[in-house]
């Protein structure tokens, strides 16, 4: 579902209700998107699968990954 900033703010509860009975919402202003209202979830696994694809594949391991997430810390 595609809502306004200003739907949103006019109809907050209506479509946090959307979004806890259905799916995730995109807000848009001017016609462009600016926020995805997403339901929360407890379950860690289909959290993960929720982000499978989010990101390039970079061809780096699991290791090297967060190695180099420590290296910038």
């Known amino acids: 579902m ?3 900033a200003t739907q949103l703010k ?5 479509y946090l209700e959307i979004v806890h009975k259905e799916d995730s919402i995109i ?3 001017n016609g462009e998107p600016i926020a995805k209202i997403v339901p929360f979830i407890v379950d860690k696994k289909a959290a993960l699968d929720s982000l499978v ?3 390039p594949d970079t061809g780096l391991s699991l290791d090297e990954i967060k190695a180099e997430r420590l290296s910038k810390q």
């Open 2 to 4: 595609i809502v306004t």
């Open 53 to 55: 694809g989010l990101l």
């Open 27 to 29: 807000v848009t202003k």
């Open 10 to 14: 006019n109809n907050l509860g209506k």
